[in-house]
């Protein structure tokens, strides 16, 4: 069972299925790797602002496609729902400036409700936080498959299969670690900010020089026939399904204790970054679209464009720079889902550990993320993107209301912390500075309590229902989570200190099937633990094959057991019992056994002790009855608390724990293990070497 | 945690859910029901012939499909191959009467070739039957769809998903055991047989009153332009496709103990009439389509019309009695399969009792039969049929070649019976009687292998190099499983007497993470069991919060734990250790804390003491770490065989076996058994009544 030795090496030797899983995987990291893993200003805008950025790309589009049936005249209505729009993101940026100060380890609207607003705001905070963190994976890949699908358009039947790769990578990449996908995201955030800058400076100056009517290179399609006029309703839609365009602001809010020192200062400059960036794009894609008549298209059509590919198309062309751009949206889009892998399972972190979602979500994994957090991420993304066949248009209602609500709860919450802060607080400057902020917040929230009211209104048939149905679906899971596990703390609660009373061992039962090393080991382990041993041998099946057994294994037992221990005159030696299974689950007969055994001796405990063959591959798992953990589970769940299971391992071949291995090497499986030792091995010749 | 009573009920009321599932899966039957699963020779038509008998619906028609390219020089050359084919199989008739006789406990391929030719002789059959088994599954079952979209062209589209469905029902049929399929089995099988049998008998008879030559009710398409003649290459590819009519035959040699007493009376009549009736049926059928002029159609076209739909239709016209005959092809094609869910999980036990296939597949369900067989086999006939799309046509080369496999092992293997009994015998009428014998199963070896021959070469190319490559892997496979449960057989080999020498008891650690009524429980188990107890915290994280928990710990402890034992004046109080985890994988440092202990103890064995929660609904798994079960492995696998693990239950409700509580109840989990006790009850309540 041993790896086959190779002459050049020493030891076991790598297959090439370990090498490549260990270089997928990584090596695993230690606690004190973490502080490596922090982020710098400049890496933050790539890995938290990705996704405020990229709104630019969906926000202006989804109003477009709400005022399409306007035709020309709600084209030119974008102009004032984008102004009305540009002064929410003012107020949210002031907002969260201030957050970020006062909440510096992670001001995320779960830490902020929770700890102004009480436990139900703070579950509704994080409810609305995780449904949108989901809706933003799924809204941003599938608007950036919608970039590429205008510049390929012959790519345009397989929608949902690239969302769905692309999806893949993503959490393949994250599970990795932070780190390593911050840099990898830097380039096309930047060069996304440069192509777009580019555009809108190329197009204004173009719109300017012809007084408003700028000649477009590639013509845009003609605007749509006007099926409806401009209604206030209209309006609000659009306004709506526009407001997506500020998604994600909120992200480095959740992420200040990810900065490097100074935390503040890293995250308000990444913030202001940020916002102003995502302003200007904002502005100018809506005036460049009203100036060369850009309207949005339907996404399940083939000849589908984009609102960015036709402005790229229009103001510079469809040469390099056109694909240049494209590839930078695809790039940034699909990216903006990392916000949310990064988000997501810091939350999640956060809320397991205050019990509200299960264990798992608390854990670390090997690279020092919660690798639990993003698998259900991605699973439900996925979801999502198949449910709604990767269109982007389908999604924005749900997205919106999530998005908005957390934002209330956030701004609220903040206006609750300055108002006790105030009442603290008696000196005049002091006062008057608090003041500010909670006039600051108080306005956020009312504007972003209203833009939600607008939001549901509006969107609550398109499918916005189903956020609002999800929400408190969400709500009142965590609150069962939260009772099981204190439920269960209740029960574990300590009755005060251990008594030294004297006891007897516990009475030792060994099943065995027939007489082999195992049964030797086990019974000798069992004397090794108590004097009241018994061997139960238990018959699956009946009729004369298994009394000829049980006469072959009486016959063995004198003389390799009884009679040995006559002769050494050993005061209890073991019995050996017979039980039969009518049922073949031998487990059965065994556990009346133990019942009748724990009514005569209620003080005693009962040992079940198991030898199990211990498996080092999978395939000999298939080769196996399971008979072992058959029998333990069985035991351990319907046996009683007095009954326990003993498990003793016997190995074809010994592992080794070598006295030189680092905690790393321990950390990882055997096989994975070589590659390490072999890696080691390597540099080390090469540094002789050199 | 425990179901909510009832006013009307005593204890735990069953969910609709576990009626449910109570219902779908049938009461356990014991082995004493055993004997009443046996079947009698009329169910044994059904149970075991429907295979041989259903191979009439799609042997002629292969071989008509090869003929097709000549057209109607094609269809008259069916005559002359059909009569081959009948003579085979009255060849094959002879040979397996003297086999059940010469074989009663069970006469199959495996088990003859077994005792005559040696392991390897068997393993080749073994695996030939297997994939045989397999083939016959999704062979029998797409050719009954073939039929169903015959009659109803409709669902032509759906012929793969039809495939797949029927599958799952057959599966889920056999699962629940022999006896109940075989009744429901019956019916189709006896209307199959007079349906065709009423179409002969008329078609026969208005082929005779018209001189051979009879207008057809409704008339088959018009035979296909030849664009081939007839060549004997033509000839031997038709009659390799045709022999497919012959499979199954030898089910019931296979099959000899699942008969009630007489077991070879009742095996042979079952064996005759289905020969008999088989041969009538191929050559009706095969009268008809000449004398009618049906040809086989392509069944990946949507207007197909299987062989046996043309005749039905010319003969008989398209109306009641056609949808019934359809009905009952289609029934008995599907069933076929039912064969095989009755063989291959037989066949796998008898290999896996030897060691050739995994230890699972000779386990006995619930239901008295394999279910790990049913579900393999169900498994690979889906895997073909998803690979052939469902298409009959594509199957069928694989499929004679392990049949004829099968018949030339079977057959070569009673030759060197025959022959080494008239070695021991040296009278004369005895000696006669078995040198009859001997040339009997010659000729049906020599005719079998000679067209085995004709198959391996005219379906190479279509398909049959499949089979010939898949033998060969099962054989290699079935090689290593055996030579692993070999090798595990040898080093558990007993080496003698147990001694009795006086051994200290084992050194206990006791992971604890806080301080709870767990750990409580598990210090006080420690201690029966030994004086040697040491409790290791073990923190999987690093900075301020845990040197806090630290802190914490070792308050509580010096409270609880070392100062009562100070007061009692203890031997041995439990010792505290701190171990930390730098890469969260808290295995890494305990491992290598058993390691030294059991460097400085080399006679002790060390057991780890691990308290767990016991889990009884599938949602506490979501919520658990799992911490308790990967501690379990990692001691288990890595801590060498000195390292033993004791498994302490921890209960939400406490279990309870109660002391008037049947086998049969114990056998089934909790839940399900409520469902039994409130139905006793219920029953009792009514006898009351009554």
Known sequence: MEPKNTPERGDGAPSPLNVLARFLRGRPLANREG???????????????LDGLSSSAYGPEAAL??????GAAGLAALGPIMLVILALLATLFASYWQTIAAYPKSGGAYTVAKENLGVNASLLASAAIMVDYVLNVAVG??????????????????TLPLCLG???????????????AGRLFALPTYLFIACFMIVIVLGVYAAAASGGHPQPVVPP???????????????LRAFASGCTAMT???????????????????????????????????????YLAMSYGVMAMDQTQPDYQSVLSQLVGAVAGRGVFYYVAIASALGILCLSANTSFVGFPRLCHIVAQDGFLPRPFAAVGRRLVSSVGIIYLALTAGLLLIAFDGITDRLIPLFAIGAFLT???????????????LRDKRRGAERRRLWLHLVINAIGAATTITALVVIVVAKFAEGGWITIVAIPCVIVLQRAIKRYYDDIDDRLRDEGPLEFRQSKPPIVLVPIREWNRL?????????????????????????????????????????????????????????????SAPYRRIHAPLLKLIKEIEDKNPDRTIAVLIPELVKHHWWEYLLSSQRARRLRSAVLEYGGSRAVVIGMPWHLTEPKIEQGMTDEEIAEPFRIRNVLRLRRRRSSRSRDAG
């Open 35 to 49: 502080r490596s893993r922090e982020i710098s200003a400049g890496e933050g805008v790539a890995a938290l602002g």
């Open 407 to 421: 934002f209330t709860m956030s701004q609220t919450g903040m206006v609750v912390h300055w108002r006790r802060l």
């Open 221 to 235: 399609p003609p605007l749509p026939k006007a099926v409806e006029a401009v209604s206030l309703w209209l309006l």
């Open 248 to 286: 994600g602001v909120e992200a480095v809010s959740n992420g200040v204790d990810a900065f490097r020192e100074p935390h503040v200062t890293n995250a308000r400059a990444t913030l202001a970054v940020i916002v102003v960036t995502l302003g200007i794009l904002l502005g100018g894609i809506a």
């Open 166 to 180: 692309i999806l893949a990578l993503l959490t393949f990449i994250n599970l990795r670690g932070t780190l390593d």
């Open 65 to 70: 496609s709400v005022l399409a049936v306007a």
């Open 519 to 579: 049964t030797d080991g086990a019974l000798r382990l069992a004397m090794e633990i108590s004097s009241d041993v018994t061997a139960v041998h238990l018959a699956a099946l009946e009729g004369p094959d298994v009394n000829e057994s049980e006469k072959t294994l009486r016959e063995q037992w004198d003389k390799d057991v009884a009679k040995p221990a006559l002769a050494a005159d050993y005061p209890n030696p073991p019995r050996l019992v017979f039980l």
């Open 141 to 158: 890949i599938s608007a950036g498959v919608a970039a590429l699908v205008s510049a390929v358009p012959s790519l345009h039947p397989y």
